[in-house]
């Protein structure tokens, strides 16, 4: 399924590896996540037809207020490529927000973040969570991560699935922990 075909059923996703486009501001890395309602055509948007004009007012006031919201608006009109790590992270979940999506996939978001980044990643995790009624699937191994943000875990060793639960029922599941620690593991 193509990605844009994905993104008007609802889901958006952020990938490891972070891919903004660098030279952009912010702003415009926010705008290019709300282009995909754009119903203006390629042939509106050179001729600068009215209806392209109001449409892309109204994506650039949204994706204001979108940065307002996730207080990065500070840093609007800077290069994406310019930010710390942390919030080049947070930019690249904000835009997939953008699409307006119902489920948000996360993949390693916290992956290269040091401690602080990380507290302030699941910080803000929880909060586009219950501010955008979102439903957020997470795949992460870091563990103080996963048991920070998630309601519900599903645990896979080798593609199959091992476990299902809330958090502590996963941090005392037995074939969690002989997946994950070892059966000689010493737990003191």
């Known amino acids: 399924i193509k990605p844009d075909k994905i993104a008007k059923v609802g889901i958006a996703r952020t990938f490891q590896n972070i891919r903004l486009l660098e030279n952009l501001t912010v702003l415009d890395n926010v705008m290019i996540g709300f282009h995909l309602h754009l119903k203006s055509n390629l042939a509106s948007a050179i001729l600068k037809f009215p209806n392209y004009v ?5 994506i650039h006031h949204k994706s204001i207020e979108l940065l307002e919201k996730v207080e990065l608006e ?19 979940i904000v835009r997939a927000l953008a699409t307006g999506p119902k489920l948000l996939l996360l993949d390693e978001p916290a992956a290269g973040m040091n401690p602080q980044e990380t507290k302030d990643l699941m910080n803000f995790i929880q909060k586009i969570q219950d501010d955008f009624n979102l439903t957020v699937l997470l795949i992460e191994h870091d563990m103080k991560v996963v048991m920070g943000i998630c309601r519900r875990i599903l645990v896979m060793d080798y593609g199959v699935t091992i476990a299902e639960g809330n958090p502590a029922e996963i941090q005392n599941n037995p074939e969690v922990i002989k997946a994950y620690l070892g059966v000689d593991a ?3």
């Open 54 to 58: 109001r449409e892309e007012e109204s």
């Open 74 to 92: 500070k840093c609007k009109l800077e290069k994406a490529g310019s930010l710390p790590y942390g919030q080049q992270r947070k930019l690249e």
């Open 186 to 188: 010493n737990y003191a």
